[in-house]
């Protein structure tokens, strides 16, 4: 069964640039997760998606962040304009969906912002 | 607000010692808990879980966790740890039995031969 793939896996972009990450989750999986790990702290979870529709993204900036989930399978990731401390690992996972399910990661998009 | 705190940012270990990494969140709500390891240069897996049951869950590769509710912990033990153990470890919990995972900062284990 293929994993949760994730792309590009390092991006290097000036401050106030804008950039895209990309997510393909496991096939049948109807929750995606996208995650914002600052070196040296835990995963924070930024936006939930059940299929198509967004079920939580009260930690999502969403003065420079947006994301989208078409046709409930891929999803994207933006940040326009980026700030020097959004410097992270951009994490997408998924789960089958429902309580105590296991979420499912992929291998991150590391974003350096100078 | 809801956290989850790992004490222990760094935990050195003799190989073949045991270990113990600690993990308390902060409410004594209804809970799922789960531990996950990240090894170098890979993805976060899934190491346990505890749903339901039995309060001591073990994952393939010897470590377990003991949920204990009255001390709002979750640590995670092994008795007798390997080179390969070397890596880092997030605990993470759903509370209300809700979706979303709230992680702690993780706990960087390294065995040293």
């Known amino acids: 069964e293929a994993g949760v793939a994730q792309s590009p896996r390092y991006k290097i972009i000036e401050k106030r640039q804008s950039v895209a990450f990309w997510c393909n989750p496991i096939s049948g999986h109807a929750t995606l997760y996208w995650y914002q790990q600052i070196l040296g702290q835990g995963p924070k979870l930024l936006i939930q998606?059940?299929?198509?529709?967004?079920?939580?993204d009260s930690q999502l900036p969403k003065d420079r962040f947006s994301a989208e989930r078409l046709k409930g399978v891929d999803s994207t990731l933006k940040i326009q304009p980026a700030k020097l401390e959004d410097s992270a690992v951009y994490l997408c996972?998924?789960?089958?969906?429902?309580?105590?399910?296991?979420?499912?990661f992929g291998p991150g998009t590391r974003l350096l912002v100078l | 607000a809801q956290s989850v705190t790992q004490l222990d940012s760094q935990v050195p270990v003799f190989e073949e010692a045991p270990v113990e990494l600690r993990c308390n969140y902060s409410s004594s709500v209804s809970v799922y808990l789960f531990w996950y390891v990240q090894y170098p240069n890979q993805g976060l897996q899934l190491l346990l879980k505890y749903l339901s049951g039995s309060t001591l869950v073990e994952s393939i590769n010897g470590f377990e966790a003991e949920f204990n509710k009255s001390q709002t912990s979750f640590h995670l033990r092994k008795p007798s740890v390997h080179i390969s153990d070397t890596a880092e470890y997030f605990c993470?919990?759903?509370?209300?039995?809700?979706?979303?995972?709230?992680f702690g900062p993780g706990t960087r284990l390294s065995v040293l031969p």
């Open positions: 998606f059940q299929n198509n529709g967004v079920v939580d």
């Open positions: 993470a919990v759903t509370f209300n039995y809700g979706q979303n995972f709230v």
């Open positions: 996972a998924s789960s089958l969906g429902g309580v105590g399910k296991t979420q499912y």
